[in-house]
T-cell receptor
Framework: NAGVTQTPKFQVLKTGQSMTLQCAQD?????MYWYRQDPGMGLRLIYYSASEGTTDKGEVPNGYNVSRLNKREFSLRLESAAPSQTSVYFC??????????????FGEGSWLTVV | EDQVTQSPEALRLQEGESSSLNCSYTVSGLRGLFWYRQDPGKGPEFLFTLYSAGEEKEKERLKATLTKKESFLHITAPKPEDSATYLCAVDGNNRLAFGKGNQVVVIP
């Protein structure tokens, strides 16, 4: 099983450009997440989706949009990239639809640099 | 506000030298405490979930314990392949809060 798969692995953007990070999971999980990880900080939740068609903001949603395309796929879009969005992005999934009490499984990460 | 503090930030161990990592937390209504291992350039890999004080979980050379205020990850007789960053996350108040991690290097 591949688990949680993210693409691309690496991306360099110019300020103001847009891009979409793709994520797919093959574990038949209900909930999916997007996190960012920055040096000296813990993982922070950007957006969360409990099921197809539903999304909720996390701690740091500004500058991002998400789409839960179906049960397997959850994409993260940067409409106008800023240097502050330089980070490592992780997609994750969990079995339960509940926002808490779940074990979350992560993808391998996407390294994004905005210049 | 939920807080998760991991200590020490970095730890160098000789192979075979057992040690413990600490995760202190403040949260109202703990729903679960999670330990992950993260290798450089990789995503966090799930290790353990603990739900209540007194609970313990083991996997190979790793043992996680939980009290009402903190969790320990004990590494017994570590090997170089145990070198990684260990992340603690606390689930409470409908939010999962991550610590900054314990970076462990095991020297052969």
């Amino acid at each position: 099983n591949a688990g949680v798969t993210q693409t691309p692995k690496f991306q360099v953007l110019k300020t103001g450009q847009s891009m979409t990070l793709q994520c797919a999971q093959d574990m038949n999980h209900n909930s999916m997440y997007w996190y960012r990880q920055d040096p000296g900080m813990g993982l922070r939740l950007i957006y969360y989706s409990a099921s197809e068609g539903t999304t909720d903001k996390g701690e740091v949603p500004n500058g991002y949009n998400v789409s839960r395309l179906n049960k397997r796929e959850f994409s993260l879009r940067l409409e106008s990239a800023a240097p502050s969005q330089t980070s490592v992005y992780f997609c994750a999934s969990s079995e339960s639809r509940s926002r808490s009490g779940n074990t979350i499984y992560f993808g391998e990460g996407s390294w994004l640099t905005v210049v | 506000e939920d807080q998760v503090t991991q200590s020490p930030e970095a730890l160098r161990l000789q192979e075979g030298e057992s040690s413990s990592l600490n995760c202190s937390y403040t949260v109202s209504g703990l729903r679960g405490l999670f330990w992950y291992r993260q290798d450089p350039g990789k995503g966090p890999e799930f290790l353990f979930t603990l739900y209540s004080a007194g609970e313990e979980k083991e996997k190979e050379r790793l043992k996680a314990t939980l009290t009402k205020k903190e969790s320990f990850l004990h590494i017994t007789a570590p090997k170089p392949e145990d070198s990684a960053t260990y992340l603690c996350a606390v689930d409470g108040n409908n939010r999962l809060a991550f610590g900054k991690g314990n970076q462990v290097v095991v020297i052969p």
